[in-house]
């Protein structure tokens, strides 16, 4: 099968392809932004002999018809993962997740490529009070980014009552080998052994997902009969505990001394609003507006009709990207920016960072 993959330079497009390519299928990575395929080899177990020969790469935006329309010609399937992220101007955020959105959409359907699997976001569920999150859910996306992917699931609903296969993937936050961006400033924290402060008390519920059980879930829209596939699934971790349970878990693995502290929730977000203004916080609200709250999604659905199983828990994802982070700390490059495969700036995070006293590292006594 032939599947081409928009955004397939970024972090999820980098595993999901490679995951693909794993599985014998030919893959055509369609991004604005440079890919690199020998990054394959830091992720996990080498690829099977000959996947160079079944991997395309087409250099474009997806906001280009012409560019869309040459890297899906032939395809059997679209994986739609290009996105502007929160922290990129609100006018490049609509641009690339709405207008891009319609414009694959249009060239699929022009080139008889009827499944295109879009990349949503539960973002677009806003921050309710009521937990678990059901698929069926009233939407109120916060912020440019949350809205937008509403917008876009409209374009792909659209297109399903037009005789499409269009399913609609919305992924918690999800981690994993080669995860920056504000998970790098929880690593580096980690590291020196800092306080990790949590906003609030902690014992809200935040469910995370593993990058390798979000692939998976994807490939089984790809490859299984229409009438499984053609509705809008959540994905998340099976098993996950509070955001204090899971953040000190992480840090005792680590071993560095860096232990979980408690913040005046109010306090706190009130700071974090007036640096995100400042542009002196790469925290925006989105990710500060839900760090007290609970924030989980039924995932029975996909389990029922793709036939998934998370494999990892909220702390065994962090505990391996953790891992990963340190085994390729010294070949990251410095490069800075707003992606989730490149550090964040921390701004004035960092103050506050060399300012906290460091804990005692673990020593593991001798035999």
């Not at 899906?72 to 990129?88: E, F, I, K, M």
């Not at 641009?95 to 414009?103: D, L, M, R, S």
């Not at 929730?265 to 400042?278: C, F, G, H």
């Not at 800075?336 to 700036?345: D, I, K, L, M, Q």
């Amino acid at each position: 099968m032939r599947v081409v993959i928009t955004g397939g330079a970024g972090f999820l497009g980098l595993h999901l392809s490679r995951r693909l390519l794993a599985s014998g299928h030919e893959v055509v990575v369609l991004d604005i932004a440079p890919f690199d395929p020998s990054e394959y080899a830091t992720l996990g177990e080498p690829l099977p002999n000959g996947w160079e020969r079944r991997l395309n790469i087409v250099c474009g935006d997806v906001r280009d018809a012409a560019t869309v329309r040459s890297a899906l010609r032939g395809a059997d399937a679209v994986v739609h993962a290009a996105a502007a992220l929160p922290l990129w101007h609100p006018r490049d955020i609509f641009t690339v997740n709405v207008t891009g959105t319609q414009i694959v959409l249009d060239e699929a359907c022009a080139l008889g490529v009827d499944r295109v699997i879009f990349i949503s976001s539960t973002s677009v569920y806003g921050i309710p009070e009521k937990h678990p999150l059901y698929e069926d859910d009233p939407l109120d996306g916060v912020g440019p980014y949350g809205k937008s992917k509403i917008w876009a699931e409209r374009l792909c609903l659209a297109a399903r009552r037009a005789g499409m296969v269009v399913p609609i993937i919305r992924p918690k936050t999800f981690v994993g080998p080669g995860r920056l961006g504000v998970f790098q400033i929880l690593f580096d924290w980690i590291e020196r052994g800092k306080p990790i402060p949590v906003i609030g008390s902690g014992t809200n519920r935040y469910q995370l997902l593993d990058v390798d059980d979000l692939t998976d879930a994807i490939e089984r829209s790809v490859m299984l009969p229409a009438e499984r596939v053609n509705t809008t699934f959540n994905i998340g971790a099976e098993r996950f505990g509070t955001v204090r349970e899971d953040v000190q878990t992480l840090c005792d693995h680590a071993g560095t001394g860096a232990f979980v502290v408690p913040t005046p929730p109010a306090l706190v977000k009130s700071v974090l609003r007036v640096l995100e203004t400042l542009r002196l916080s790469p925290l925006y609200k989105w990710v500060y507006g839900t760090a007290d709250k609970d924030s989980f999604v039924a995932i029975e659905r996909a389990k029922a009709l793709l036939n998934w199983r998370p494999r990892y828990s909220n702390a065994e994802a962090l505990c391996r990207t953790y891992d990963w982070y340190q085994a390729h700390k010294a070949m990251l490059d410095r490069r800075e920016g707003v992606t989730h495969r490149v550090a964040w700036r921390q701004g004035a995070l960092r103050w506050v960072r060399d300012i906290l006293p460091s804990g005692k590292k673990r020593v593991t006594p001798k035999v």
